[in-house]
């Protein structure tokens, strides 16, 4: 029996070989404590240097101390707008909070932690592609006159439906009025340029283990003068923003990873458009009754996902179907699918319930080929059809509505 096809690189991704052989090293004889002052303590302070340079040259910053190993992105987004709003807080008094309606749980509780701090918040609403309009565009240049401290949090791209946001627009309508832009990448890293001079963006997140690097590390970062108060307080390690022993050998492993990335991205890119057009075009033509959310595959869209809704089913009763049938996907939204609720951003697209509890991504990566999408165009319409033959939705039988999420 072949081996099941991977189709859920956006939750993780296979750990590069070339960073694994880079780690190991520092997971056996290279032990040494970064902190440390002896000749290994110093062989594992380069070595966080070395990846630290790495990222810096990946997001083009200006220098490695603009770059911050937290332990994932969620950490990484958590530092960023809670120590961004403590730092303004130490010199001004409660300000306003900008996000939109699509952005990740790390960034929507922490708004509701803002709100409750006494920071006004406004949450933009998008389109039916998940993209924010010029209208709610139009919105954040409302309050210009006001001279309170302002936070925008404003993702590169979506991580569910794929849809990437007018970038330029969003950041110079924030430092417009001197606001603090975060912008999480997450999703976009390795899937489209980021260059963090060119988007004049003050924050930043990356999630390595979405890009072959290893779990248990992320990236953040701060410009240059952007001050932060830090979220895990200790020692002065990562320039006393983030305390605790540094993960060294999944920072080494990162940063292996995104210098490859970089190296191989118009050709990681063009792979794997390919193949999202392939898989797009096979499952319109042979399922019925099949939603796409978000952008149709393009350039308004990211070019290593689907996300779509096959009518009348339950996207995880699909997943565990396709699990059995030697297909790895992902059903419901990044970091809530454990509850069977209305994923948020379908929410915030108008989607109906039915159709946004159907829902399952497909996301690709460098390592799948033609024929494993052959495969799933063989896989994905039987199982489809054979659930949706004992469905009670399809039958007529009541079906419990779920609450949308916050």
């Known amino acids: 029996m072949p081996p099941p096809v991977y189709l859920d690189h956006q939750s993780a991704s296979p750990l590069r070989p070339e960073a694994f052989e880079a780690m190991r090293p520092y997971l056996t004889e290279q032990w040494g404590n970064a902190s440390s002052l002896h000749r290994r303590g110093q062989k594992a302070r380069q070595a966080l240097q070395h990846a630290r340079e790495q990222v810096a040259s990946f997001l083009n910053a200006k220098k490695p101390e603009n770059i911050i190993f937290p332990a994932n992105g969620t950490e990484a987004a958590n530092l960023a707008l809670r120590g961004a709003a403590e730092a303004l807080e130490q010199r001004e008094s409660p300000g306003h909070f900008v996000t939109s309606a ?184 042979q399922v019925p009754d099949l939603h796409l959310n978000g952008p149709e595959p393009g350039p308004h869209r990211l070019p290593n996902q689907l996300n779509v809704s096959p009518a009348g089913l339950e996207g995880e009763a699909l997943l565990l179907a396709l699990d059995l ?14 509850q069977l609720k209305v994923p948020p951003v379908l929410a915030a697209i108008g989607l109906e319930p039915k159709l946004a509890q159907a829902s399952v991504t497909l996301s690709l990566g460098p390592e799948n080929t033609e024929e494993e999408i052959q495969r799933v165009l063989e896989t994905f319409p039987k199982v489809v059809a054979r659930l949706r033959a004992i469905s009670p939705r399809r039958s007529g039988a009541p079906v419990r509505e779920a609450k949308p999420t916050d």
């Open 102 to 285: 699509v952005e990740h749980p790390a960034v929507l509780k922490n708004a509701d932690w803002l709100e409750q701090r006494g920071w006004k918040k406004t949450i933009l609403p998008v389109d039916a592609d998940g993209k924010l309009t010029e209208e709610t565009l139009g919105h954040l240049s409302e309050e210009k006159g006001d001279k309170h401290p302002l936070i925008a949090a404003m993702q590169l791209a979506n991580h569910d439906i794929g849809t990437i946001q007018p970038w330029e627009r969003l950041i110079q309508a924030i430092h417009a009025q001197e606001g603090v832009v975060f912008s999480d990448a997450t999703a976009v890293a390795g899937w489209l340029p980021i260059d963090v001079q060119a988007l004049e963006v003050d924050l930043l997140s990356v999630s390595p283990q979405r890009i072959g690097g290893p779990v248990g590390v992320g990236i953040l970062y701060v410009r240059s003068g952007c001050d932060l108060a830090p979220q895990i307080v200790g020692g002065e390690q990562e320039f006393g923003l983030r305390g605790g022993t540094e993960n060294l050998p999944a920072i080494v492993g990162a940063g292996v990873a995104l210098e490859l990335a970089a190296k191989e991205h118009e050709q990681r890119i063009a792979h794997v458009a390919r193949l999202q057009k392939m898989l797009w075009e096979g499952l319109r033509e």
């Open 325 to 338: 049938a030697g297909l790895q996907i992902h059903a419901g939204a990044g970091c809530v699918s454990k």
